[in-house]
């Protein structure tokens, strides 16, 4: 059997450190299979798949749970809040 790999850590998981000035709050997520319709609003500002929301962090995709963003070879995944 074998497995996929594992999924990036929680942004809330990183040190402190590594998450200073980047954007911790997911506003609004926007999931379509299309890629053109998706998008998230991070404390206030929207963005879509590749763009930088600061710190040399780029919005890599967003999924159907969240969104996952890179930063440098840093991966790591917001949540949609419940």
Not at 43 to 53: A, H, K
């Amino acid at each position: 059997m074998t497995f996929g790999p594992e999924p990036p850590p929680l942004l809330e998981m990183l040190p402190a450190s590594a998450r200073r000035g980047l954007p911790a709050k997911l506003d609004i997520h926007v999931y379509s299979p299309d890629a053109d319709k998706r998008f998230v609003v991070l404390n206030g500002r929207r963005y879509r798949e590749g763009e930088s929301i600061g710190e040399g962090a780029v919005l890599e995709t967003v999924t159907p749970a969240g969104a996952t963003v890179r930063q440098g070879s840093r991966r790591f995944r917001l949540a949609v809040p419940r």
